[in-house]
């Protein structure tokens, strides 16, 4: 147990459907990430919280959303999905200095993510 | 991302020395985690190095240069559980990750 936890484990959704995933973390930390992992790639960062900024990675599709209301959750709400979406979607925390250091992430289990 | 290199994998036997490099970019670079990552489980947190030298934590050791944007990750007295890939991950603004190395360890 990392203290990041994420619901739920695995979701399969059609390419019309409207799903949620969920990220609670209980380490006190300020800074929550989304990742996507996809066979055989490196971990792809999507979105960043930070000290209550969002920082986004360009190339991801809009049909990703994120929320996050505060500091210990964090959702990405997923529409119109792509079978090439299907993969491993990691949720992550750490605490960032008020220099903008960044220590350690701790990774949630992940949800497995199909999409057809 | 930020030109992470790092083998795609390593294959060695129970009780023996893994070490894998990993290169990367040193514009704007802040330190270095390398984490371990089962398959199908969240990557672990393994070491952090921000100034030059060989950090050790029991089997598994890291070191860094910084001014050669090099690291290595080595593993000692390889077990079968050590089997995962390792990921290298350099710190910019934010967090970048290597491929990741995947080590198979055999009996």
């Known amino acids: 147990e990392t203290g990041v936890t994420q619901t739920p484990r695995h979701l399969v959704m059609g390419m019309t459907n409207k799903k949620s995933l969920k990220c609670e973390q209980h380490?006190?930390?300020?800074?929550m990430y989304w990742y996507k992992q996809s066979a055989k790639k490196p971990l792809e960062l999507m979105f960043v919280?930070?000290?209550?900024?969002?920082?986004e990675n360009n190339s991801v599709p809009s049909r990703f959303s994120p929320e996050c209301p505060n500091s210990s959750h964090l959702f990405l709400h997923l529409h119109t999905l792509q079978p090439e979406d299907s993969a491993l979607y990691l949720c992550?925390?750490?605490?960032?200095?008020?220099?903008?250091?960044?220590?350690?992430?701790?990774f949630g289990p992940g949800t497995r993510l199909t999409v057809l | 991302g930020q030109n992470i290199d790092q083998p795609t994998e390593m294959t060695a036997t129970e009780g023996a020395i893994v070490q894998i490099n990993c290169t990367y970019q040193?514009?704007?670079?802040?330190?270095l985690f390398w984490y371990q990552q089962h398959a199908g489980e969240a990557p672990t947190f393994l070491s952090y190095?921000?100034?030059?030298g060989l950090e050790e934590k029991g089997r598994f050791s890291s070191f860094l240069s910084r001014s050669k944007g090099y690291s290595y990750l080595l593993l000692k007295e390889l077990q079968m559980k050590d089997s995962a890939s390792y990921l290298c991950?350099?710190?910019?603004?934010?967090?970048?990750f290597g491929a990741g190395t995947t080590v198979t360890v055999r009996a």
């Open positions: 992550a925390s750490s605490q960032v200095g008020t220099s903008g250091n960044y220590n350690e992430q701790f």
């Open positions: 380490l006190g930390h300020n800074a």
């Open positions: 919280y930070s000290l209550e900024e969002r920082v």
């Open positions: 040193t514009s704007g670079f802040n330190g």
């Open positions: 190095n921000v100034l030059d």
């Open positions: 991950a350099p710190i910019y603004y934010k967090l970048s």
